[in-house]
């Protein structure tokens, strides 16, 4: 939550300073940057010798929740991915992400039972 807290005050910084100061794309596209590395994160790992990608994305959702991750997770041979929305962290939206990716894997036969 801190993080989200954090990320929404660099953006209202970022759009007070835009409206007051006349900034050049460079600029922003470097702030962009910046909040875009510490609200999401990717990566990829190898489960029983398939390589699956991940991505987590935080967003603003709403005055109660103000930060959320969402998840996605994807079988890079077969093209397969599924989501999970809706989570406190980027780890939780990973984890829900790459479960869901798993079950329809060994669901649709693509991968065996033990793991």
Do not use: C
Request: hydrophobic share 40%; aromatic share 6%; no cysteine.
């Amino acid at each position: 939550m801190r993080t989200g807290l954090f990320l929404l005050m660099v953006v209202t910084f970022t759009v007070t300073m835009t409206t007051a100061i006349d900034l050049n794309p460079s600029m922003i596209a470097t702030v962009t940057r910046i909040v875009n590395t510490l609200a999401n994160e990717e990566g990829q790992v190898t489960v029983a010798g398939r390589v699956i990608k991940y991505k987590a994305k935080g967003r603003v959702h709403s005055f109660k929740e103000p930060w959320v991750y969402d998840g996605t997770a994807w079988d890079i041979t077969s093209g397969i991915s599924e989501k999970a929305n809706h989570y406190k962290s980027k780890q939780g939206a990973i984890e829900h992400a790459m479960l869901k990716l798993l079950e329809r894997l060994k669901r649709e036969g693509i991968m065996k039972d033990e793991l």
